[in-house]
């Protein structure tokens, strides 16, 4: 049943369903979509049991004018960071439109051709993870040029903590857009509520936004994605561990794209002697030309699963294996690069390792800027918090 709620001041239309919401895919929402030209923002993860979205709507006869993809592209097969064209889906003949590189914001022209955008991405729940950015992005220009907006919401499998450094505004990218911390604890629904309510972007007031819930979900559960959300976080045990060690692409340290195992090692040649794991990235698939390609990279392996890697997190970010890499590093000026302050959104996170400072003292500095965050957060929750 469609529900009008007046909801953290603002007024929001929240829709329920099952926990993956599409699963559950009734006339509640279909017939909010009848009869109105759709934009889909999607990629393989948006999925109805065994079929896409996609398929699903046009089988029920919706009309799909426009498919939008973010950051490694329709199929969720191109590298971090690749260049995504436009094209046209051979399946169907429907335009697809790249909102990653230079042009990650729908313009006019793209939503000339509709009245309502479907957002439908599984996230990982780090600020860092691009389809939070293209979330925001897509908002905005449908607040500008009047096109309603819907959320059909997925858990968060890294929903069931807060942490890390919250993103000073000087270091706002395409890698972190609003000041939250590294791990928000919320779902793109309860995400979008936010950055609706506490207007932070353009026009934010005038958005139509809806919501279609999930259902059975809170945050304290853990949940199994059922497709991988992009090429290198491939199971479960990537997905826990990602937010902690992507903290190494902005050093001089490999994460293991490249390897069978993307998110659960670090390492690097120089690192020999001092670590007895190792090794080797080769290019392929989802990893063209990963750093120290054909050379044997020295480290450590952070779980073999997901149990070992969230019993090693015990629901808090890993700073020991940041800390125990700078340390090993022979040349510790550098060590970081220019992108290490984009994805920590803050200097005071590299100054602290440089400067000695344990994993603790850290995450102890972090404490108001995230308790100041859960006070916003509090308000858009859709779901029963892992905190009472």
Known sequence: MLLSLAFAGYGQDIFDAKIMPADALTDQYVSVLRGKKIGLIINQTSTIGDSSLLEVLLSRGLHVSKIFVPEHGFRGSEDAGAKVDNAVDSATGIPVISLYGSHKKPRPGDLADVDELVYDLQDVGARFYTYISTLEYAMEACAENHVAFMVLDRPNPNGFYVDGPVLEPAYKSFVGMQQVPVVYGMTVGEYAQMLKGEGWFAHATDLDLKVVKCA?????????????????????????????????????????????????????????????????????????????????????????????????????????????????????????????????????????????????????????????????????????????
Not at 220 to 249: G, H, Q, T, W
Not at 367 to 388: A, C, M, T
């Open 216 to 388: 059975h979900y809170d945050h304290s559960k853990k949940y199994k994605l059922p497709v991988p959300p992009s090429p290198n976080l491939r199971d479960m045990a990537a997905i826990y561990a990602y937010p902690s060690l992507c903290l190494f692409e902005g050093t001089v340290v490999s994460v293991g794209r490249g390897t069978n195992g993307p998110f659960l090692q670090y390492g690097c040649p120089e690192f020999e002697g001092k670590f007895q794991y190792r090794f080797t990235p080769l290019s392929g698939a989802g990893a063209k030309s990963p750093p120290y390609e054909s050379k044997v990279c020295y480290g450590e392996k952070v779980g073999a699963t997901a149990e070992d890697v969230l019993t090693k997190l015990n629901n808090q970010m890993d700073l020991e294996w940041l800390i125990k890499a700078y340390n090993a590093y022979p040349d510790k000026e550098k060590f970081f690069n220019g992108f290490f302050t984009k994805l920590s959104g803050t200097q005071k996170l590299e100054d602290q390792v440089r400067s000695g400072a344990s994993a603790a003292e850290i995450q102890r500095s972090w404490q108001p800027g995230i308790d100041s965050f859960k006070i916003i957060r509090r308000k858009y929750l859709l779901y029963r918090d892992f905190e009472k």
